[in-house]
């Protein structure tokens, strides 16, 4: 399942964070002295960061996709299968909120790139 996959890959992300959140506070320390390479090493953490969200943003707006696709063209699902309209309907709403949540996170990520240009 996509959720599973993406809850996955989030949790990973978070479990490496944690793991290396000592190792970059020592590394942090050390560089104090020295701005440049401060930058460099935000600057690096940062490309990372961006390269996590983005991945996550990509199989989101996949699955998106997928359900939308979904509800949109009901004869797509397997044949011998009746959805109940209320379920349709149910599943449009969420649809409907997630789409916009959708575009209010590519929103925030498109103000965010235009900010770090």
């Not at 090493?41 to 707006?61: I, N, P, Q, S, T």
Request: proline share 3%; glycine share 4%.
């Amino acid at each position: 399942d996509k959720a599973v996959l993406a809850k996955k890959n989030i949790q990973e992300n978070v479990n490496l964070a944690q793991e290396k959140g000592q190792q970059i506070r020592t590394i942090a320390e050390e560089m104090y002295e020295n701005k440049d390479a401060i930058k460099a090493f935000a600057r690096e953490k940062m490309e990372v960061l961006k390269d996590c969200l983005g991945e996550f943003l990509v199989a989101y707006k996949k699955s998106r996709d997928e359900e939308m696709d979904k509800i949109m063209n009901p004869s797509k699902l397997p044949q011998g299968r009746e959805v109940p309209i209320v379920q349709l309907l149910d599943a449009a709403e969420q649809a409907m909120q997630k789409q916009q949540l959708g575009k209010e996170l590519d929103s925030a990520g498109a103000r965010s790139d235009a900010n770090h240009s």
